[in-house]
């Protein structure tokens, strides 16, 4: 049976009605942790593991829709953006097959973009509505890890890429763009962030940190 995006559809009971009337208005991103699509897929629709997604996509390119885009899917977990909690009914998750330590091969990659033009499309989202796990989950999710290619998609409009700016007041403008963190995690805010933008920096905060958080503030700011 062939669902949303041309993906062979593969029920989840791991999903539910979205909450308040909500509808989609984010697409998270995240890596399986496990070494086959077909595990993933299988646990995701495994009732004892309480977790889902809307899509599975393999390496070799093979997508899987497990939960209807209009549905609510336990992908997300705890967290938030834009300062608004329960990511699951704000959301739509898809999770690529990797488990953080490789790099995303292009039949894969290709899905993925196609899938989000389609997304974006149905939605009527911007790019700035395409997050990774770890962007709603500071702290606690590292996902889809250093190795993903943001910028790749970000060529195509499929996501945000920062430029530099005037350096400003990171957890400020952090704030503006949609982050959120625990009391106290300032260091694991400055991680998330270079996580997706600035992969391979290391040591403290500095003013190119400053500067491109500045940008992503002031071009696209959470819109609760």
Known sequence: MIGEAGAERWPSPNCGERRDGLRPSLVLLHYTAMAGAEAARDWLCNPEAEVSAHYVVAR??????LVCEGQRAWHAGAGSWGGLPDVNSRSIGIEIAN???QPFPQPQMAVVERLLRGILARWQLGPEAVLGHSDTAVGRKIDPGRRF????LARQGLAVWPEMAEPGAFTRDARVFGYGWPEGGEA?????FRMRFRPWAQGPLDDVDRGLMADLAARWPARP
């Not at 070799?60 to 829709?65: A, H, I, K």
């Not at 290619?149 to 790749?152: C, G, L, N, P």
């Not at 694991?188 to 998330?192: E, G, I, K, P, V």
Request: proline content about 0%; hydrophobic content about 40%.
């Open 99 to 101: 488990t953080g330590l």
């Open 188 to 192: 694991d805010l400055l991680d998330a």
């Open 60 to 65: 070799d390119g093979r997508l899987w829709q």
């Open 149 to 152: 290619d943001w910028k790749r």
